[in-house]
């Protein structure tokens, strides 16, 4: 008993995964093919059957796309022939009847291919009869499936009369909302500009937003200029920010040579100045990396390209070497870009223990804030090592804002092995803000490890006032 009620269920659960399979209004709109047929054409079983006797061994050789399409409608496999070899040996008259067998295909997927090449090719010989099957169909998703197959010929030839035939679809927001996004999809690319006019019409907020990125992402790569214009002017703020966001992010208006172009007029500085940074450095072999350095040459008298500059610097030290990297630096106007690419490039340089090679671009550059953190980061690394070897580094620096800057990281690191030579240095600093703080730093290690010394040495020290020497024995 239990097995039998078993296979009765098991039997109607087959029976409802055919039916959601093969969707619940297959057969309604069969039906509703079959009664357009029966009004304007000739039916299918004629239409099958009229060969004349003369060409009856012609047609059984060879029969006719229509009977061929009754033939293997059974057959998942074939449904890829129907649509692409049937399809297109079918005469006018016989759409209809094709469209009546292919909604009884028991394959889902198969359906909607065949729905979807009949109706591209229909649309093309007849539209107004396409839209009217089309919209016949009971089967939300053929019917889409329909709608859009005929988008795509009316685009080529009228798009702005498929866009207002599509406006009209406001019984069924659904279907509008799908084909609104075929045409934007489809068609933005052709005439950015006019697709995003359109757009501005659309009352739906969360459609109308998500139609405005579609456009932009395919105006953008065309006429950057132009596009981010019209974005600009794009109403509520927070629609315009977001989807500009977005676009950065996701838009291949966002890679390589493109992005570059883009950015240069993007609205907002910090974005401008940190994407440009980032995507200039993105580059993927040999080819991509000299279009890089290219476009950074022709455009480095730009002071924005700051950071760009400084990333692209530390990113070529990886693959150049010191006198290619030379150079380039001189082929740069003097100026705030090239100093920001020799800081980049000596802080990558000292970070690979190049010291050499740091200190002799530096030369080729001016104050900038790599530079000092070039400097002051050369001067914690070379505190590390003997004084052999760091003391003759730091005497080779060029006085003043140079060696201030190495000698505050030199300090900084000595102070932890020889507190004592640390305070010596950092006395050496010529700015006086900077030869304080860094003296005081010093100092209290060394008193913790030697009072007396210490003390006497703040004591014989001339160049600091009572008051510096108490601010520095008391930190």
Avoid at 125 to 148: G, Y
Avoid at 242 to 250: A, I, K, T, V
Wanted: with cysteine; net charge negative; proline share 5%.
């Amino acid at each position: 008993m239990k097995s039998s009620a078993l296979l009765l269920l098991h039997a109607a659960a087959l029976v409802f995964g055919w039916w959601l399979g093969h969707g619940g209004n297959t057969s309604r709109d069969a039906n509703n093919a079959t009664k357009l047929t029966t009004a304007n054409q000739t039916p299918t079983k004629s239409l099958v059957s009229s060969a004349t006797t003369k060409d009856a061994a012609k047609t059984k050789a060879n029969p006719p796309a229509l009977e061929k399409i009754q033939r293997y409608l059974l057959d998942g496999n074939e449904c890829f022939s129907i649509s692409d070899f049937l399809v297109p040996k079918l005469s006018h008259a016989e759409f209809a009847p094709a469209l009546a067998l292919m909604l009884k295909s028991p394959f889902l997927q198969g359906r909607q291919r065949m729905v979807r090449q009949l109706f591209q090719r229909w649309a093309e010989i007849d539209r107004a009869e396409a839209l009217q099957h089309a919209l016949a169909l009971v089967s939300p998703q053929l019917k889409e499936e329909a709608v859009k197959a005929v988008l795509d010929a009316w685009l080529k030839s009228d798009p702005g009369g498929a866009w207002q035939w599509v406006l009209q679809l406001g019984d069924d927001p659904v279907l509008m909302a799908s084909a609104i996004e075929k045409l934007v999809t489809a068609g933005a690319k052709s005439d950015p500009a006019g697709y995003a006019r359109w757009i501005e019409e659309i009352s739906d907020p969360v459609q109308r937003a998500a139609l405005l990125w579609k456009a932009a992402a395919a105006w953008l790569p065309q006429d950057s200029k132009a596009a981010l214009a019209w974005m600009r002017s794009i109403e509520p703020a927070s629609v315009r920010q977001r989807m500009m966001e977005d676009l950065r992010r996701d838009s291949d208006a966002f890679r390589g040579e493109q992005a570059w172009e883009t950015l240069l007029q993007w609205p907002d500085k910090s974005t401008r100045e940190e994407e440009i940074a980032i995507q200039l450095v993105l580059y993927n072999g040999k080819e991509e990396e000299a279009k890089s350095v290219q476009w950074f040459i022709a455009h480095a008298g730009n002071v924005e390209l700051q950071k760009a500059g400084a990333m692209l610097g530390g990113a070529l030290t990886n693959n150049w070497s010191a006198a290619q990297l030379e150079q380039m630096t001189r082929n740069l106007p003097a100026g705030p870009v090239r100093d920001a690419f020799v800081g980049g490039a000596a802080r990558a340089y000292v970070e690979s223990h190049k010291f050499s090679d740091a200190i002799a671009l530096l030369k080729l550059g001016g104050p900038c804030a790599e530079r000092s953190m070039a400097l002051s980061e050369l001067g914690e690394v070379i505190g590390q090592l003997d004084a052999t070897t760091s003391e003759p580094l730091v005497r080779a620096m060029r006085p003043g804002y140079d060696q201030d800057y190495l000698l505050e990281g030199y300090a900084s690191r000595l102070s932890e092995k020889n507190p004592r030579l640390a305070t010596l240095w950092a006395a050496q600093i010529t700015d006086a803000a900077a030869r304080l703080m860094a003296v005081q730093d010093a100092y209290d290690v060394w008193q913790g490890a030697d009072l007396p010394a210490a003390e006497a040495w703040l004591r014989a020290a001339s160049q600091f006032s009572e008051a510096e020497k108490n601010t520095i024995s008391n930190p």
